[in-house]
């Protein structure tokens, strides 16, 4: 596509209020993830979709990174998740067929107790098992994919990890923040006794 094309299709796309809502209004945002679809050979409403922008940095969503793995040719079929369960720990792992050897390949477990320890958890949709399970496939599945092909993720987090971690941090700082009040309050009322007292 010539530059200019690719241009005005961002401004139109841009312009559209069914892309998502922090690329709405941002023709330069739009242009730079069209580049990025032709460089990946990939349908740009697909690109769209499927990274999203966090801190400035160009995040990819667990759904758009499996389904490039998928289509990859690296592995035969598609992914299976095994899950297991012990008392409370819920663990989930993906394994595949190598297209190349024919033989299983098979991803660390990621459990609950990974996710609370990491602050995942902290994350108020996970509340839900169904939601929490649902996580830990997302992140066996990226983890596994970082694990035996790389090449077709991006590197750093996912969007859903870049979620979870700034909902962990979110709560630290509040938890920081209430405790850091709590001191200075501690501390004026110190001073003020001590006033008092002179």
Not at 128 to 146: K, Q, V
Not at 174 to 183: D, E, K, L, R
């Amino acid at each position: 596509m010539k530059l200019e094309d690719k241009k005005e299709l961002a401004k139109t796309i841009a312009a559209s209020n069914i892309i998502p809502a922090e690329l709405r209004g941002k023709p330069a945002d739009v242009f730079v993830l069209l580049d990025l679809a032709e460089s990946l050979n990939e349908p740009y409403w697909k690109v769209i979709n499927g990274i999203r922008v966090a801190q400035g940095r160009l995040m990819v969503t667990a759904e758009f990174q499996i389904g490039r793995a998928l289509s990859s040719g690296v592995f035969l079929g598609t992914f299976e998740y095994e899950r297991k369960k012990e008392k409370e720990n819920l663990g989930i792992r993906v394994k595949a067929i190598s297209a190349q050897t024919g033989e299983p390949v098979v991803g660390p477990w990621v459990d609950l107790k990974m996710a609370k320890a990491d602050g995942w958890t902290r994350n108020k949709k996970y509340q839900n098992p169904e939601m929490a399970e649902h996580m830990l496939r997302l992140r066996a599945a990226t983890f596994f994919i970082r694990l035996h092909c790389p090449q077709t993720t991006f590197g750093g987090m996912t969007a859903e990890e870049g979620e979870d971690v700034a909902a962990a941090q979110a709560v630290s700082y509040s938890a920081t923040s209430s405790s850091g009040v709590a001191m200075i309050e501690a501390k004026a009322q110190n001073l003020e006794s001590n006033n008092e007292t002179v």
